[in-house]
């Protein structure tokens, strides 16, 4: 079993350093990886786990999921029993101070040479000092620090590098395919940089957006959105990606889209949503304020059905060079007499009727309420009594 050694260097004021033999391994033009065997137990030296969070301001930090503490027992409590085996490497993203001392010049068929990883480490630092970070293997790091072993050799794959866009590429493409929370990974891809698997990289430009909604100091759903970082939002993050995602691909701000490279004119789109749930949270201040449980404007059934309105007015709006928050609440304004947020009964334009707290956040409920709003939006600004026309979901 290869061993790990510690080389101290304390003269000087020099941290202490931590040798490990290692692999380095080329994998493409510009890709290198490191692979190592070290006791888990010594590996919250050099490595934690960067949990995702806003600082100050407002700016993405971190990347990991929050600990399954379930899972950690029961990991730790395998890892106490005999012949535990972890097969699995975990993979580690270590900073520019971690280098590679080869032993050996690569030749040019070859793929990878021995050498020597240098890791320095200081048990004075905090987490945030520490040069590694744990981008898979978060539980069962955490198990083997916990469990009552005296040492358990971990297999790890590591990279090198001071961009944190590329660690958390690397989180998402390693948990794309386990169990990872949605609203992490919505909110980690604005971030992420690299190549992305096709439906990820589609939701990447809305998930910006959304991350502008919830952060900018003009945006009527500052800090309102429920997300890793935000959890005491009461607007469900996947509720305004689907708002935006259907207003990019046919709605009002398709005009700003640019489809060559999936971004857009970004301050247009966010001045034109902003406005408009600025005009919703004036024309209904009292539903607005309310959570979903309380009011049917924040559930995701009134957040999506009201971006097909939004759509729908600013088509008018355009029309006659009104594209601002006056003209946005004149035309909402329509509506008023026929919204059953927070009480009552919906007289749908098909006939039925529905107690207000019981729409639902489905696509069968989210066609007939927007189908509803459509309709009588359309024959308040015409002056007929009601419109004919159905929209049909995807």
């Not at 790990?4 to 391994?25: C, D, F, H, M, Y």
């Not at 990347?63 to 379930?70: D, E, N, V």
């Not at 101070?97 to 690569?106: D, H, I, M, P, Q």
């Not at 990974?185 to 992420?192: G, N, V, Y």
């Amino acid at each position: 079993m290869t061993r790990t050694t510690s080389r101290q260097r304390k003269s000087n004021g020099a941290a202490a350093e931590i040798r490990i033999p290692a692999l380095e391994v080329q994998q493409g033009p510009n890709r290198t990886l490191y692979t190592f065997a070290i006791d888990g137990k010594q590996l919250p030296r050099v490595a934690t786990v960067s949990r995702v969070r806003r600082g100050e301001d407002a700016h993405l930090q971190g990347y990991q999921r929050p600990a399954a503490l379930a899972h950690i027992n029961a990991i730790r409590r395998y890892i106490e029993s005999p012949d535990a085996m972890l097969p699995n490497a975990l993979v580690v993203a270590f900073d520019k101070r971690v280098t590679f001392e080869s032993s050996e010049r690569r030749s040019p068929k070859a793929y990878s040479r021995p050498g020597t990883l240098v890791i320095p480490v200081d048990d004075a630092w905090e987490d945030a000092d520490k040069p590694g970070w744990i981008v898979d293997g978060q539980q069962r790091s955490s198990a083997i620090r916990d469990a009552e072993v005296q040492q358990f050799p971990v297999c790890v794959t590591a990279f090198i590098t001071d961009d944190e866009s590329q660690q958390r590429s690397q989180f998402i493409l390693v948990n794309n395919t386990k169990p990872l929370p949605k609203g992490l990974i919505h909110e980690l891809l604005p971030t992420a940089a690299g190549e992305l698997p096709p439906q990820l990289q589609a939701r990447r430009y809305p998930a910006m957006l959304l991350e502008r909604l919830n952060h900018d100091a003009d945006s009527p759903m500052r800090h309102r959105i429920q997300t890793p970082t935000m959890p005491e939002g009461v607007i469900k993050d996947n509720s305004v990606l689907r708002m935006l995602e259907n207003s990019l691909t046919d709605g009002a701000l398709h005009q700003y889209r640019n489809v060559h490279n999936g971004g857009g004119r970004t301050e247009d789109m966010l001045v034109l949503v902003k406005t408009f749930w600025t005009a919703v949270s004036t024309v209904f201040a009292d539903a607005w304020a309310l959570p979903p449980r309380k009011s049917r404007l924040t559930h995701g059934v009134g957040i999506i059905s009201l971006s097909f309105v939004m759509d729908a007015i600013a088509d008018v709006l355009l029309e006659k060079d009104e594209l601002d928050l006056d003209g946005f609440v004149s035309e909402l304004s329509r509506l008023d007499e026929v919204c059953h947020w927070t009480s009552g009964v919906w007289e749908m334009s098909d006939g039925t009727q529905r107690k207000w707290n019981d729409l639902q956040n489905t696509p069968k409920d989210i066609q007939l309420l927007t189908n509803h709003l459509l309709g009588e939006y359309r024959a308040r600004a015409s002056g007929k009594r009601r419109g004919s026309r159905q929209l049909r979901l995807a």
